[in-house]
């Protein structure tokens, strides 16, 4: 149970789009849709951005989207904005529905 | 509005057992559906499933902590606790409570404790 990979940080300039990567196996990311992303700004608890890949919950800008290809989910952002920068993690549910694995963190600066 | 607070010590011992609590108040524990879990994120690094509990008493551990890790749930006082054992540096972090949906997703956090280990 590995964690996720994600690249460490991605940037993009205000009203610009980022898209990150999460990599799992399948046994996690590409054995279901299970995928969910956190929002985390410092110091702060995580906030759940989207779920079962693409699902945005209540409250959630339409500016984010979730895709997922094989053993790839990605999150992109369309239009950043200022308040976006912030540490993103992605979350997979295994499979056998035993454990969950995050992702490594990927920082998202606003240049 | 549901809400969650960790209690417990910031800080023990090597090779002591942590125990930190979580109460959860605007809703009832006892919701179907719904999975009471624990997250820890060491300083600077990552955020790590330690394991979830529903009202049921019934538990999903993350293997490789399996053997240090337990967590229960008191119904009536609409809490649920964990305990992690032989307690090294390693386990230094902030202890998150959150709540687990059906979708399955990590809805509601508490705001997290932190929890130091050093003799």
């Known amino acids: 149970q590995s964690a996720l990979t994600q690249p460490p940080s991605a940037s993009g300039s205000p009203g610009q789009s980022v898209t990150i990567s999460c990599t799992g196996t399948?046994?996690?990311?590409?054995?279901?849709?299970?995928v969910s992303w956190y929002q985390q700004h410092p110091g702060k608890a995580p906030k759940v951005m989207l779920y079962?890949?693409?699902r945005r919950p209540s409250g959630v800008p339409d500016r984010f989207s979730g895709s997922k290809s094989g053993n790839t989910a990605s999150l992109t952002v369309s239009g950043l904005q200022p308040e976006d920068e912030a540490d993103y993690y992605c979350?997979?549910?295994?499979?056998?529905?035993?454990?969950?694995?995050f992702g490594t963190g990927t920082k998202i600066t606003v240049l | 509005q549901l809400q969650l607070q960790e209690s417990g010590p910031g800080l023990v011992k090597p090779s002591e057992t942590l125990s930190l609590t979580c109460t959860v108040s605007?809703?009832?524990?006892?919701?179907?559906?719904?999975?009471w879990t624990w997250i820890r994120q060491p300083p600077g690094k990552g955020l790590e499933w330690i394991g979830s509990?529903?009202?049921?008493?019934?538990?999903w551990y993350k293997p490789s902590l399996k053997s240090r890790v337990t967590i229960s749930v008191d119904t009536s006082r609409n809490q649920y606790s964990l305990k992690l054992s032989s307690l090294t540096a390693a386990d230094t972090a902030v202890y998150y409570c959150?709540?687990?949906?059906?979708?399955?997703?990590?809805?509601?956090w508490g705001q997290g404790t932190l929890v130091t280990v050093s003799s």
């Open positions: 979350c997979s549910y295994a499979v056998s529905h035993t454990y969950f694995v």
């Open positions: 509990i529903y009202y049921s008493g019934s538990t």
């Open positions: 959150a709540r687990r949906g059906g979708d399955p997703s990590f809805d509601y």
């Open positions: 399948s046994s996690d990311v590409g054995g279901q849709n299970s």
């Open positions: 605007g809703g009832s524990i006892s919701s179907s559906s719904y999975y």
């Open positions: 079962e890949v693409s």
